[in-house]
């Protein structure tokens, strides 16, 4: 299972990760559904515990407002 450390670091280099992103976070939101979608097809191993975490997390890197 990759961390979510590793998606970021990776994130950085691979253009069609960072449009997977962008078009989950179009709406401005991260959804419980695209939550558990996304983690499932990265195989990174997070809880859904962890949701606030991560969402104030995308905002600190400013992928939401």
């Known amino acids: 299972m990759a961390s979510v450390e590793e998606l970021v670091k990776q994130y950085q280099t691979d253009k069609a990760l960072q449009k997977e992103v962008a078009d989950i976070l179009a709406d401005g939101?991260?959804?419980?559904?695209?939550?558990?979608?996304?983690?499932?097809?990265?195989?990174?191993?997070?809880?859904?515990?962890?949701?606030?975490?991560?969402?104030?997390?995308?905002?600190?890197?400013?992928f939401l407002k």
């Open 29 to 62: 939101k991260i959804s419980f559904q695209e939550f558990v979608t996304f983690a499932k097809k990265h195989n990174v191993d997070v809880s859904l515990a962890d949701l606030p975490k991560y969402s104030a997390l995308a905002k600190e890197m400013g």
